[in-house]
Structures are given as C-alpha cells and as structure tokens.
C-alpha cells in the first residue's frame, strides 16, 4: 500500500520561512493527486489550508502557499507565527475514491 | 453556515457494535461526497471511508473493510457509519467531513465536525 511521507517534526524561528514537504513512498507527486494540506493544534478540528496543490482556503492567510518542489508537494509558511506552532498533514488523492493522510509534522516556533 | 454534526460516540466492549451519525446542515446534502477520517489518540489523521454524492458507491480503508459500513439519508441530510466487529485499535475521534471533488477535477475536505470519541475496550 502507498505510503505518504512528511517529515515528524519542524522547527522555524519566529518571522522565519519553513517549506514542509509532502511525498510518495513509491514515485513522484505531481498535481493528478491533487495535494491538500491542513492544519490541526492539538485536540482541534482540522482547519483545510491548500488544495489542489496551490488554492488558499478561505480565510487562510497568504503566508500560507502550496506547490510541488521536485518530486513533492509543498507547503511554504513565511513569516512564521506562534499560533502557526502546531500539527500539519497533507492528503493526496490516489484515484479510485481514496485519499491517504501523510503522517503529520509536527511545527515548532522558536 | 455549514455545519457537520457527529454523535453516537461512546464506550463499546471489542466486538461491539456501534453507529456514528453526522447531520449536516448550511448547503445542499445531495451534490457532495461525504467522508469520515478518525484520529487514534496522540496519532495522525486517518480516512476511513467515503460515499459519493448519489450513495452509489462507497470506499474504505483496507483497515475497516467488511467491519465498518458507510450510508448517508439525503432526505435527513445525514451521514452513518456503522462499525461492527469493533477493536481496540478501532479506538478514536470519528471527524464527519465534506468532500469536494469539483467535478472530479479535484479532492479534498472543506469542512469538518467538531468529531465523536469511540472508544473500544472492555
């Protein structure tokens, strides 16, 4: 079974710049898996951040930014917050109606 | 406002039975997918299931096949899953989501309920 892959941790100093990355066990991901990222602080409802690789959520500041870097898709947060300190997982689409749930990174500002 | 409602959660003996509801409201039931993604305590997120717009087809994790079953009320905006057989893994919060699939151009969920806990233990 396909594995989606994220790094377990992050650390970013305030007013910095982090790209999480999101990627495939076997094989690249491009947009066909319409990557989508969410943001999630410890005992919360998922909040939707990026889909279809790039498209802001409502709502979701443009700090916030989606894109495939080599072989993955991306998440970039600039000017790091200390509300921007918690869980982040990626989805990417595999076909057939299934979707798979990356790990999760968990972001740390300091 | 959309709103996605979960109920239904609770303690379950492994083995048990036990029925998730989620009532929507706020947007038109019937052109969406729907879905249920859960949470084992101090883990990541998992999908477990998804239905298409019409209920004609449905989808799980290799995990829940043949143990969980997932059914919406288009009438009563609503959403199910029925988990039979149930494990201690089984064990965590049940989110109910919306899908956008944007005529199949696209995937991801839009909105989420605020979840249910199950619980599996004896």
């Known amino acids: 079974q396909t594995v989606v892959t994220q790094e377990p941790s992050f650390s970013v100093s305030p007013g910095g710049t982090v790209t999480l990355t999101c990627g495939l066990s076997s094989g690249s991901v491009s947009t066909n898996y319409y990557p989508s990222w969410y943001q999630q602080t410890p005992g919360q409802t998922p909040r939707t951040l990026i889909y279809s690789t790039n498209t802001r959520s409502s709502g979701v500041p443009d700090r916030f930014s989606g894109s495939i870097l080599g072989n993955k898709a991306a998440l970039t947060i600039t000017g790091a917050q200390a509300d921007d300190e918690c869980d982040y997982y990626c989805?990417?689409?595999?076909?057939?109606?299934?979707?798979?749930f990356g790990g999760g990174t968990k972001l740390t500002v300091l | 406002e959309v709103q996605l409602v979960e109920s239904g959660g609770g303690l379950v003996q492994p083995g048990g039975s036990l029925r998730l509801s989620c009532a929507a409201s706020g947007f038109t039931f019937n052109p969406y997918w729907m879905s249920w993604v859960r949470q084992a305590p101090g883990k990541g997120l998992e999908w477990v299931a998804n239905?298409?717009?019409?209920?004609?087809?449905?989808y799980y994790v290799d995990s829940v096949k043949g143990r969980f079953t997932i059914s919406k009320d288009i009438a009563k905006t609503s959403l199910y899953l029925e988990m039979n057989s149930l494990r201690a893994e089984d064990t965590a919060v049940y989110y109910c989501?919306?899908?956008?699939?944007?005529?199949?151009?696209?995937?991801?969920?839009?909105?989420w309920g605020q979840g249910a806990l199950v619980t599996v233990a004896s």
């Open positions: 239905i298409k717009q019409d209920g004609s087809e449905t």
């Open positions: 989501a919306r899908v956008v699939r944007g005529g199949y151009s696209t995937y991801y969920f839009d909105y």
């Open positions: 989805v990417l689409y595999m076909g057939n109606g299934i979707p798979v």
